[in-house]
């Protein structure tokens, strides 16, 4: 039964890393937020599987931070409250799941996308990945994620794409 929710987990793991490449890959920042946001959830089932509990709290809580970004595009607000209140919650989030030192990287890293998510330019969004990255990439080594290990790779290459894809002529 272990090796199966492992598997499963690890599957989850996958389906995370796949809705991540694709989210850098969208070319509104909306579309970006949108696939972050199943990137969450997917991932977050992949952590409960695996026992890390800060990256369950903190993926959820960024998921949820999705939504409100997205409805706060929609509206058409650059309020920078609600970026504030949304890297406060992560913050105390993470230090209220703690789990070891090792989740310093996790809650620097969602700190660093959700604020980059919160940037009306996608192409800061991508930008901001060459930061994030490494900080989460750490955790996944450290939990054993494979999913987000290949996932962070994944990002760094999706982002380099979209970079230069997107890039204004």
């Given at each position: ?8 987990g690890q ?15 969208r ?14 959830f ?6 409960l ?11 959820l ?9 997205g ?8 309020s920078?409250i ?7 919650l992560i ?9 070891n030192i ?21 192409q ?5 990945v060459?930061?994030k990255?490494p900080?989460c990439?750490t955790?996944n ?26 890039k204004?002529k």
């Amino acid at each position: 039964m272990e090796n199966l929710l492992y598997i499963l987990g690890q599957a989850f793991g996958i389906l995370a890393m796949v809705l991540g490449f694709i989210s850098f890959q969208r070319k509104t920042q909306l579309g970006i937020i949108v696939f972050q946001c199943g990137t969450g959830f997917a991932f977050a089932a992949h952590y409960l599987l695996l026992g890390a509990t800060t990256a369950v709290v903190l993926n959820l809580l960024s998921a949820f931070i999705c939504i409100c970004l997205g409805i706060r595009n929609k509206m058409n607000s650059t309020s920078n409250i609600t970026t504030i209140i949304c890297i406060s919650l992560i913050v105390i989030s993470g230090i209220l799941s703690w789990d070891n030192i090792f989740s310093l990287f996790l809650i620097l890293g969602l700190v660093v996308v959700n604020l980059s998510l919160s940037f009306t330019n996608p192409q800061h969004t991508r930008f901001a990945v060459f930061i994030k990255c490494p900080l989460c990439l750490t955790y996944n080594i450290a939990v054993g994620s494979i999913g987000g290990i290949i996932f962070e790779c994944a990002s760094l290459i999706s982002a380099i794409i979209g970079i230069v894809k997107n890039k204004k002529k």
